[in-house]
């Protein structure tokens, strides 16, 4: 970026212009080194779907949005304490209109995956899929204190 792109006006009129240019000026330097879109929204390439996890009334609960899916697009795993979740979002545009298409949009395969707490009971988990968010549930146990217990002293 140039120091005559950095006015005055540039802050005043758009205040995040100046950080989203700085983003787009990093992505053209590191996919120069043949890496991926990092700092900006993914725009191009794989993407990969926002999670969240939580405990829940008993339960531990991952959350994935997978807007544009279905729940025959994806695929659920666990695995050694390892909760893994697949799919493939695909590009199914037929641009016709003028020639022109413009998408912001990611597409791909991909894979997130996530560790269990120790207490979650993988065996009972059950997922949902509703409004572009697929949900994980299993119960979540608390390990219990291990009972007291007497232990007999001896002599000698």
């Known amino acids: 970026m140039s120091r005559a792109a950095l006015t005055k006006d540039t802050f005043s009129a758009e205040p995040f212009g100046v950080m989203r240019r700085l983003s787009d000026e990093m992505d053209r330097f590191f996919q120069g080194f043949g890496l991926p879109r990092t700092f900006g929204a993914p725009r191009e390439g794989p993407w990969l779907p926002a999670l969240e996890s939580f405990t829940k009334d008993g339960s531990y609960v991952v959350r994935a949005e997978l807007p544009g899916l279905t729940d025959k697009d994806v695929t659920v ?63 979540f146990k608390t390990p219990a204190a291990p009972a007291a217990r007497r232990v007999e002293v001896t002599t000698g």
Not at 80 to 95: P, Y
């Open 77 to 139: 795993e666990i695995t050694d304490d390892v909760l893994t979740i697949k799919g493939e979002r695909t590009d199914e545009s037929d641009v016709t209109k003028d020639g022109t298409y413009t998408s912001e949009r990611a597409y791909g395969r991909f894979m997130r995956s996530v560790s269990l707490p120790e207490g979650a009971v993988p065996s009972d988990a059950k997922a949902t899929f509703k409004n572009g968010v697929l949900e994980i549930a299993m119960p």
